[in-house]
């Protein structure tokens, strides 16, 4: 199967939508996307990017993406954050997740990035024995904490003029 990849222009963004919708439903959230288009397109292609973005094409049609974005380690750098490696239901196991994956750390080789990591559900054993299969390490001694609009809202509210 011809695949190709390339650097995710604006005029993608309803296609990765579409593919992060495609994630969301597999890690059981399917209403957890709250992001659209726009979005999408300002964040990644406005006055100041958020993210990169490499997309899998077959035939002009986007099959894959992967997402990633800079973070800064105070103890090690300069380092990329692999925020998402989507690959169509349809197109899996032929490699496109792999080379969009080598695209990736290729990039944070030649970038000289001290550090690339990403997050795996705990339940997808799929990946899991992919990154591992890779050479990645698997932390299992580190939670991720977050905070939502509403949360952070609800802190300063309770704990501004600190």
Known sequence: MEFSIREGQPEDMPSVFKLIHELAIFENEPNAVTISVEDLMEDGFGDHPEFELLVAEINESIVGIA????RYSTWKGRTLHLEDLIV????RGKGIGKALY???IKTAYERGIKRLEWEVLDWNKNAIDFYMNS????L???NLCKMTPETMKKYLEQYEGI
Not at 135 to 138: N, P, S, V
């Open 88 to 91: 169509n239901n349809e197109y």
């Open 135 to 138: 050479g990645a390490d698997m």
């Open 102 to 104: 080598h695209a990736v």
């Open 67 to 70: 997402l990633y974005y800079k």
């Open 140 to 142: 299992t001694n580190w």
